[in-house]
Every structure is written in C-alpha cells, then in structure tokens.
C-alpha cells in the first residue's frame, strides 16, 4: 500500500510538473500572438481579452459546477475591494504587456518578468515587515545596480519593465490577501473588467475605429481567442500549483521571460548593446542568488522537519515500551534465561 501510495505521489508530481512547464512555456511564448491581432491596437485587444476571458471562465465554472464561492465574496467588502484592485492592477499589467510587445518592446517586458521576484521581495519588506536574510538582502541591492546599469543604457529608467514587475507584484500581493483559487479568482476579476471592457468597444465600433467584425472572420476568431490565451495556461498553473513544491513552482517562473527574452532577440531581431547585457547579467545574478538561497533554506527546513517528526515517533515508543505490561517472553530476556 505504501508503495503504491508513493508510486502515485511520484505521478501526481509529474503530472504537476508538466502542467507547470506547459504554464509557463504557453505564457513565454505568448509575444508570439500578440502581433498577429493587428491592425487592432493595444487597447482593443485588451479589451477583448477581458471580455472572453470571463466568457471562457464563465464556462469553465459551469462544467465544474462551482458558484458558492461567489455569494462569499459578495458578501466580504473587504475581500471584493481587493478583488477590485487585482482587476485594476492586471489591467494595467496586460495593457503594458500587450503594447510593449506590439511595439517592439520584447525583451524589455521580459526584464519585467525577470525583476518581479525582487520588486515582490522588497514588496514584502516595505508593507509586510518581513525580514531578509543577508544573500536576500545582497540580490535585492544587485537588482537594484542592474536598473540603474539599464536606465544609464536607455538614457532613462525601464519603465515597462518597472511597470510590469510592480504591477504584478502589486496583482501578486492582492490575490495573497483574497485567497480564491486561479480559476475563482480570474472570474472575479474579469466580472469587475467586463463592462469597462464592452464599453470600451462599443465606444471603439461607435467611432467606427473597432476592428472586430471588419477585418474578416479570421482576425474576430482571434480576437476572441484571447479569452483561451488568457484561461488555458492558468488552469495548468493551478494543476501544477496544488501538486509540485513551491520552490519548483518558483523555479518554473523563470521559463516565461527566459522564452521571452529568447524570443526578443533570435525572432524579434531587438538590439542588444553591451548596457543591456551588464543589465541583464545582474539581473541573473541576482535572481541566481535568490535561488540558491531559497534552495538552501527549502532543505534546511526540510532536514529541520524530518528531525522533528523522527523525534515525535520516538517518544511515544519509548513511552510505550515503559508503560507496557511484561510478557513471559520478556521476562526471559531479563533474566537471561
């Protein structure tokens, strides 16, 4: 029994892991779909992708069959108010994303990405008094040596790349703070996107600026594929999220911007002055730092924990073996019979 059990951990994480890298994979890859919705511009498509994605979420919680969630949240202000400023943030986050990669902007938004878990790390020191370990504080102050090596080769501050990384620390933080799961949550905040969004299109097609239903059946379908772009990989991301580790989940992330990046230079064809690479390269050091720390502490603890565990099964033993009657058998033995 014991063995089947951990025959079926091992599936369940692999099962896990490969819904983790299709996650991450499908949004690294995502700059590769963006630019095929033109000519609508960036705030078109992010108003289609808000609309379909609550279509596709909406469906996907028919199919499950979960709804109570829903009448909880309505009746929580303060949870709703939350839900409110994650709609609010990720709007800002895709919107940025979408125009950075519309406009030839790839590896700067990969930067993004790749600065995130130490915006979301100061994030945490600033307004949850957390406290850094020393290697946590170093990456954080390379991270920082890295922005400003970026903003002296821009000529100024990587503002997509800033905007995206605190937007989604921001999103990040709040959805912490809800506590729905991805599928729940995304159907919250799309709820709240939703009629902005169709306003905003009906007010496109008013002007007759809209590009649904005017460049062809093709370009509409697209259009409303967004709303599968936006749900497919996060329903892997949380088949993943519930059966790896989190230190893995966390070293998964860095697929996405890594695809990303790859994809802004071999494919985009994006300039690379030296700037950008001593930028970079701080970047990596940094985030090379961060994990080799937590990796250190994730087996601390878990050397911690089996101590813990194996000294709790022993005490009742020995409890045991005081309390229990003797048997003839014992008796022998203390004789030396």
């Given at each position: 029994?014991?063995?089947?059990?951990?025959?079926q951990s091992?599936?369940e994480?692999?099962?896990?892991?490969?819904?983790?890298?299709?996650a991450?994979?499908?949004?690294?890859?995502?700059?590769?779909?963006?630019?095929?919705?033109?000519?609508?511009?960036?705030?078109e498509?992010?108003?289609?992708?808000?609309?379909?994605?609550?279509?596709?979420?909406g469906?996907?919680?028919?199919?499950?069959?979960?709804?109570?969630?829903?009448?909880?949240?309505?009746?929580?202000?303060?949870?709703?108010?939350?839900?409110?400023?994650?709609?609010?943030?990720?709007?800002?986050?895709?919107?940025?994303?979408i125009?950075a990669?519309?406009?030839?902007?790839?590896?700067?938004?990969?930067?993004?990405?790749?600065?995130?878990?130490?915006?979301?790390?100061?994030?945490?020191?600033l307004?949850?008094?957390?406290r850094l370990?020393?290697?946590?504080?170093?990456?954080?102050?390379v991270?920082?040596a890295?922005?400003?090596?970026?903003?002296?080769?821009?000529?100024?501050p990587?503002?997509?790349?800033?905007?995206?990384?605190?937007s989604f620390?921001?999103?990040?933080?709040?959805?912490?703070?809800?506590?729905?799961?991805?599928?729940?949550?995304l159907?919250?905040?799309?709820?709240?996107?939703?009629?902005?969004a169709?306003?905003?299109?009906?007010?496109?097609?008013?002007?007759?600026?809209?590009?649904?239903?005017?460049?062809g059946?093709?370009?509409?379908?697209?259009?409303?594929?967004?709303?599968?772009?936006?749900?497919?990989?996060?329903?892997?991301?949380?088949?993943?999220?519930?059966?790896?580790?989190?230190?893995?989940l966390?070293?998964?992330?860095?697929?996405?911007?890594?695809?990303?990046f790859?994809?802004?230079?071999?494919?985009?064809?994006?300039?690379m002055p030296?700037?950008?690479?001593?930028?970079?390269?701080?970047?990596?050091?940094?985030?090379?730092l961060?994990?080799?720390?937590?990796?250190?502490?994730?087996?601390?603890?878990?050397?911690?924990?089996?101590?813990?565990?194996?000294?709790?099964?022993t005490?009742?033993?020995?409890?045991?073996r005081?309390?229990?009657?003797?048997?003839p058998?014992?008796?022998?033995?203390?004789?030396g019979?």
């Amino acid at each position: 029994m014991d063995a089947a059990a951990a025959e079926q951990s091992k599936s369940e994480q692999r099962i896990g892991l490969l819904n983790g890298i299709a996650a991450y994979g499908m949004w690294g890859l995502v700059p590769l779909f963006w630019p095929l919705l033109k000519p609508a511009g960036a705030g078109e498509i992010l108003a289609h992708r808000m609309a379909w994605s609550l279509v596709v979420v909406g469906i996907a919680l028919l199919v499950v069959r979960r709804w109570a969630w829903a009448g909880e949240l309505i009746r929580q202000p303060r949870k709703l108010g939350l839900v409110t400023v994650a709609a609010a943030v990720i709007t800002i986050n895709w919107g940025v994303y979408i125009w950075a990669v519309n406009s030839g902007h790839v590896v700067e938004a990969s930067l993004g990405y790749f600065i995130n878990p130490l915006v979301t790390i100061a994030m945490g020191v600033l307004l949850l008094g957390e406290r850094l370990r020393p290697v946590q504080w170093t990456a954080v102050a390379v991270g920082l040596a890295a922005v400003l090596v970026l903003a002296f080769g821009y000529g100024q501050p990587p503002w997509i790349s800033l905007c995206l990384a605190f937007s989604f620390a921001t999103y990040g933080l709040a959805k912490k703070k809800v506590g729905l799961s991805g599928l729940e949550s995304l159907a919250a905040e799309t709820a709240i996107q939703f009629l902005p969004a169709v306003g905003f299109l009906v007010w496109l097609g008013a002007r007759g600026d809209a590009t649904f239903g005017t460049e062809g059946f093709g370009h509409g379908t697209l259009l409303a594929a967004t709303g599968l772009v936006t749900a497919i990989p996060l329903v892997c991301f949380g088949a993943a999220a519930i059966r790896v580790p989190l230190a893995t989940l966390g070293m998964l992330q860095y697929l996405a911007p890594v695809f990303q990046f790859l994809l802004g230079i071999l494919y985009f064809h994006e300039a690379m002055p030296p700037e950008r690479w001593a930028g970079f390269g701080l970047v990596w050091l940094a985030l090379t730092l961060l994990t080799w720390d937590a990796v250190r502490s994730a087996r601390r603890n878990a050397v911690r924990l089996a101590a813990a565990r194996a000294s709790a099964a022993t005490v009742p033993v020995a409890a045991g073996r005081e309390t229990e009657p003797m048997t003839p058998a014992a008796g022998r033995e203390e004789s030396g019979v």
